[in-house]
């Protein structure tokens, strides 16, 4: 059986294509479904074969706002109808990752062995962009364990600049 994000994927394009020009309510709005089918009690109900489809994606509609597009709304039924809403929180995320791609921005997620001062942030944010030639949303945190330096994650670029990492590096070279 294939995993949620294969299946999330076409969904995700599909809303992103129904978006058209909407894309931050929509992105809203499936971040709210989303946290809906994650709550455990609703997640109980997506498992039971007693609770019909329909009034399952009706709840899920509601908890993402009265404010939902009935293009929105459609949606949602369309994942009760095909029995998909546990895909909602992978649908929520490739659809996140479209609209940040159409937008041209990327979030980076920066782990440094210190907190970074706001100046490095931004030295690392400008020099970020002119790599990936995207605006960058840095998300920065610390972990002493990495020693000195700090590690970059952006999408499927990882760079591990991280002395912890090189000491790693430098045992597995001198192992093999």
């Known amino acids: 059986m294939p ?3 294969t299946i999330a994927r076409p969904y995700a394009k599909a809303a992103f294509e129904a978006a058209s020009g909407r894309l931050a309510p929509w992105a809203e709005a499936l971040r709210r479904a989303a946290r809906a089918v994650a709550d455990p009690r609703v997640e109980v109900l997506l498992h039971d074969p007693r609770v019909q489809s329909q009034p399952l994606a009706d709840l899920v509609a509601a908890a993402a706002g009265p404010d939902l597009e009935p293009t929105t ?3 949602i039924r369309l994942l009760g109808d095909n029995h998909r809403l546990d895909c909602l929180p992978e649908i929520s995320a490739r659809f996140d990752e479209f609209k940040a791609q159409a937008e041209g921005t990327i979030d ?6 210190r907190a970074l001062s706001e100046s490095q942030q931004d030295m690392l944010a400008a020099a970020l962009e002119r790599r990936l030639r995207r605006t960058v949303r840095l998300r920065c945190s610390h972990d002493p364990a990495l020693i000195g330096g700090a590690s970059v ?3 499927d670029l990882v760079i591990d600049g991280s002395l912890r990492g090189r000491l790693e590096r430098i ?4 192992t093999a």
């Open 108 to 113: 980076v997620e920066v782990i440094s062995a």
């Open 153 to 155: 994650r952006a999408g």
């Open 3 to 5: 995993d949620k994000s």
């Open 73 to 75: 709304r459609n949606f």
């Open 171 to 174: 045992a597995r070279q001198l």
